[in-house]
C-alpha cells in the first residue's frame, strides 16, 4: 500500500486509541473498586446502550473480514456464517437471555452454582470460559496481523507479529484500568462506527451496480470462476460425505454456540432488570440481523469488484477483501477517495479488533478470579483481592491469546470463530440448559456435561484437519490428524449432552428438590435476583 494509506490509516487507529484509552481513563477514575463495578459496571446500562454494546461485542473481525472474505472466495457456502450467526440469536432470546440475568450475578458459573456444590461446578464452568475465550481472542489477533500486513503492503511479519503483541496490551489495559464500564463505552463506539461503515460500502457497492442485485450475484459468479456454482451449495462444503458432514458440524456449532459464549452471557448482568436485559437482545438482534445482511452485499461485492484471485493473492484466507473492497470502492489505489475510504475501513476494522479483545478478556478475566480463584482459595475471598486477580488474570490471559495468534496468524478469522463457537455448545450450553430447566440435574452432571463437551471438543480440533495435514494446517509439514472434519462441533456438542445425562443418573446425589424450584421461580419471575 502506498505511503497515504498508511499515514491515514495509522492516523485513525491513533484517534481511535486516544479516545478509548480517555474512557477508561476518565472511568478508572470515577471506579468504586467494587466487584460488582468491575464485572458488571454496577448495572447502570439502559437497555439501548447494552443492546449497542451487546452488538458491539458480537460483531467481531470475524464477522466484518472473514465472513465476507469467504463468500468472497465460496459464495454460497460462506453465507453459512451469516446465517448462523443471526439465528443463533433466537436461541439467546428464546432460552437464555432473560433466565441468566435472574439466576446469576458475573459469569455462567453463578447460573450452574445457584442450585449445586459451588466448588466443582466453578472450577468446571471457569476452566471451559477460560477456554473458549482464549480461541475467540486468538481469531481477533489472527485478523489484526492480517489488516496491518495489507496496510504494509504484506512484506513485513515483524510489524504483523508486533500488531499483534501491541492489541494484546491495549486490551490488558482497558480491563484493567477501566473494568466493565469502560468496556461498554467502547463497545458502544465500536459498534456506531462498525454499523456506519458497513453502511457506507453497502450503499457504495449497490450505487456501483446501480441497485441491480441480480447483476451484482451475476458479475460476481461470473468473475469466480465457477459460474452458477458459486450461487449454489457445494463449493466450500460439498465435495463428498466428509465436506457434508463438516457443514453440519459448523451449522450446529454457530447457532448452538452464541448462548454459550462467556463474553455475551456477562452483558446481561450489566442492566438492572431481567426484562432491561430482554429488550437489550431485541436492540441487539436489530443491529445485528441488519449488519450480517450487509456482508453478504459486501462479500458478492468483493468477488464481483476484486475477484476472488486478488483477495486470496492478498490474504489466502480471504480476510483482507473488505478492506480492498473499500480501496476499489473509492477509486483504486492512488486515488484520495480510494485512500481516505480504504484507510477508515482499515480503522473500523481495527476499532472492532479492540473493542471485542477487551470484553472477552474482561470475561475470561471475571471467570478466573470469581470462579477458579474464589473456588480454590479455603476462606471467603473479599471482594477488592477478587478484582485484583482479575486484573492480573487479564494480563496471563492477553500473553497467552498473543502467542497463539502468532501461531495461527494464516487461518481465517471467521473459521477460528467457528472452533470457539463449537467449544462454548459443547461445554457450556448442555450444562445452562440442564440447570436452567431439568429438575433431577445434579453437580456429578454439571462437571461431567462441562467436561465432557469441552474435552472431546479440543481433542478433535488438535487431531483435526485444522492442526496437520494439509497445506492450510497450523503445521502443514506434518501429519497427525485422525479426525476427518475441521470443526467438531457435530461429535462434541452430543457428547456435552449426553455426559451430562449420564453423570446425573450414575449420580448417588439425590436431586435438591427445594435448591431447584427456588431457581426455578427465581429465573422465570425475578425474584431475589441481585
Request: net charge neutral; proline share 3%; glycine share 12%.
Amino acid at each position: 500500500m502506498t505511503g497515504s494509506h498508511q499515514t491515514l490509516a495509522l492516523v485513525l487507529f491513533s484517534v481511535f486509541v486516544a479516545v478509548t484509552l480517555g474512557i477508561t481513563t476518565w472511568v478508572s477514575r470515577h471506579r468504586h473498586g467494587s466487584a460488582e463495578e468491575f464485572y458488571a459496571g454496577g448495572r447502570l446500562f439502559s437497555p439501548l446502550e447494552n443492546g449497542f454494546a451487546i452488538a458491539g461485542d458480537y460483531m467481531s473481525a470475524a464477522s466484518f473480514l472473514g465472513i465476507s472474505g469467504l463468500i468472497a472466495l465460496y459464495g454460497y457456502d460462506g453465507m453459512l456464517y451469516s446465517v448462523g450467526f443471526l439465528v443463533a440469536w433466537l436461541v439467546v432470546l428464546l432460552l437464555v437471555a432473560e433466565l441468566v440475568r435472574n439466576c446469576g450475578r458475573f459469569t455462567l458459573a453463578d447460573v450452574v452454582a445457584a442450585r449445586m456444590a459451588e466448588r466443582p461446578v466453578r472450577i468446571a464452568a471457569g476452566t471451559s470460559s477460560v477456554a473458549v475465550s482464549v480461541l475467540y481472542l486468538v481469531a481477533q489477533m489472527v485478523g489484526a496481523g492480517s489488516l496491518v500486513a495489507l496496510l504494509l503492503g504484506g512484506s513485513s511479519e515483524a510489524a504483523r507479529s508486533w500488531t499483534v503483541v501491541g492489541v494484546g496490551a491495549l486490551m490488558v489495559i482497558y480491563v484493567s484500568l477501566g473494568g466493565m464500564r469502560a468496556t461498554t463505552w467502547i463497545q458502544i463506539v465500536k459498534a456506531v462506527l462498525l454499523m456506519a461503515g458497513t453502511i457506507a460500502l453497502t450503499v457504495l457497492v449497490l450505487l456501483r451496480f446501480h441497485g441491480d442485485v441480480n447483476g451484482l450475484l451475476s458479475t460476481a459468479a461470473e468473475r469466480s470462476g465457477h459460474g452458477v456454482d458459486f450461487l449454489a451449495p457445494g463449493l466450500r462444503y460439498g465435495g463428498d460425505w466428509t465436506a457434508r458432514l463438516d457443514f453440519i458440524s459448523l451449522g450446529l456449532a454457530l447457532v448452538l454456540g452464541t448462548a454459550g459464549l462467556p463474553h455475551i452471557l456477562s452483558r446481561f448482568y450489566t442492566v438492572p432488570t431481567a426484562r432491561a436485559a430482554r429488550r437489550s437482545v431485541v436492540w441487539s438482534i436489530g443491529l445485528i440481523g441488519s449488519f450480517y445482511l450487509m456482508t453478504i452485499v459486501l462479500g458478492f461485492g468483493a468477488a464481483a469488484l476484486i475477484g476472488p484471485d486478488e483477495v486470496r493473492a492478498s490474504s489466502a484466507s480471504g480476510n483482507t477483501a473488505v478492506p480492498l473492497l473499500a480501496l476499489d470502492l473509492g477509486g483504486g489505489a492512488g486515488s484520495t477517495g480510494g485512500t481516505v475510504l480504504f484507510a477508515v475501513v482499515a480503522a473500523v476494522a481495527f476499532a472492532t479488533i479492540l473493542a471485542v479483545v477487551a470484553g472477552i478478556t474482561l470475561a475470561s478475566s471475571a471467570s478466573v478470579a470469581h470462579d477458579l480463584y474464589a473456588s480454590l482459595r479455603r476462606r471467603q475471598v473479599k471482594q477488592y483481592s477478587e478484582v485484583a486477580v482479575a486484573r492480573v488474570a487479564a494480563a496471563g490471559i492477553g500473553a497467552a491469546a498473543i502467542g497463539l495468534g502468532l501461531l495461527a496468524r494464516d487461518l481465517n478469522v471467521a473459521f477460528l470463530v467457528g472452533l470457539a463457537f463449537a467449544v462454548a455448545a459443547s461445554a457450556n450450553l448442555p450444562v445452562l440448559l440442564y440447570s436452567l430447566f431439568w429438575r433431577k440435574f445434579t453437580t456429578r452432571g454439571a462437571v461431567w456435561a462441562v467436561y465432557g463437551g469441552l474435552i472431546p471438543a479440543v481433542l478433535l480440533v488438535l487431531v483435526s484437519p485444522v492442526v496437520s495435514g494439509s497445506a492450510e494446517s497450523l503445521f502443514p509439514g506434518v501429519d497427525f490428524h485422525l479426525f476427518p472434519l475441521q470443526n467438531p462441533g457435530a461429535v462434541s456438542i452430543p457428547l456435552g449432552f449426553l455426559a451430562g445425562w449420564i453423570g446425573t443418573v450414575t449420580s448417588t446425589e439425590p436431586p435438591d428438590e427445594a435448591r431447584h424450584a427456588e431457581t426455578e421461580v427465581r429465573a422465570l419471575t425475578g425474584a431475589g435476583a441481585v
